[in-house]
């Protein structure tokens, strides 16, 4: 079956950046966009951005645009999302999420299980 | 920003129906952008119920309908049972922000 599975959690101090992988199996990795979402503590959803991988494409949101970098290493079916100039308030779980339907009409199924950020001094 | 809004909570006792709406505007909902909605259970990840407006995937059980019209969207809950108390999220595309947007999200009690 389709499954997604992220990298464990991770601490970082302010100003350092993250990177979170997102491994998929039970489909190609290139057929779907593959997005990130987060959620800080008792917040609702943020989308990040999406990629098709192998592909070049690829878009991120305007709050974290110059902040947020995605990619993709086909080889091994997996994404990544780096996250740098942390701040307290990046602190948040991350998700991968696989991309469905056309352009501008995705919905995200099924969602990797979430890796938690904590920034701390 | 909140760019899709939804009520904070909903509750109702077990066999009711409830009903969540999603508001947007003239740049997302309005513009004739598909509405999706989540359930998301304590501590887990998102899970899909409703996507394009109206469709159920396989294995979500019919008490759960979507519905669409204007600007706005909403999920209906009927027969309501004690594990759908999880809190719901919609969500859209925006072409303002020239991204995927999110409502507020909406805490379901089950009395």
């Known amino acids: 079956q389709v499954q997604l599975v992220q990298s464990g959690a991770d601490v970082k101090k302010p100003g350092a950046s993250v990177k979170v992988s997102c491994k998929a199996s039970?489909?190609?990795?290139?057929?779907?966009?593959m997005h990130w979402v987060r959620q800080a503590p008792g917040q609702r959803l943020e989308w990040m951005g999406w990629?098709?991988?192998?592909?070049?494409?690829?878009k991120y949101s305007r709050n974290f645009q110059g902040r947020v970098t995605i990619t993709s290493d086909t080889s091994a079916s997996t994404v990544y999302m780096e996250l740098s100039s942390l701040r307290f308030e990046d602190t948040a779980v991350y998700y991968c999420?696989?991309?469905?339907?056309?352009?501008?009409?995705?919905?995200?199924?099924?969602w990797g299980q979430g890796t938690l950020v904590t920034v701390s001094s | 920003q909140s760019v899709l809004t939804q009520p904070p909570s909903v509750s109702g006792a077990p066999g009711q129906r409830v009903t969540i709406s999603c508001t947007g505007s003239?740049?997302?909902?309005?513009?004739?952008?598909?509405v999706h909605w989540y359930q998301q259970l304590p501590g887990t990840a998102p899970k899909v119920l409703i996507y394009?407006?109206?469709n159920r995937p396989s294995g979500v059980p019919d008490r759960f309908s979507g519905s669409k019209s204007g600007t706005s969207a909403s999920l209906a809950i009927t027969g309501l049972q004690a594990e759908d108390e999880a809190h719901y999220y919609c969500q859209s595309y925006d072409s303002s922000l020239s991204g995927y947007v999110f409502g507020t999200g909406t805490k379901v009690t089950v009395l």
């Open positions: 394009g407006n109206t």
């Open positions: 990629i098709i991988a192998g592909s070049g494409n690829r």
């Open positions: 003239s740049s997302n909902i309005g513009a004739g952008y598909d």
């Open positions: 039970g489909y190609t990795v290139t057929s779907h966009a």
């Open positions: 999420a696989r991309g469905w339907g056309s352009s501008e009409q995705n919905w995200f199924d099924p």
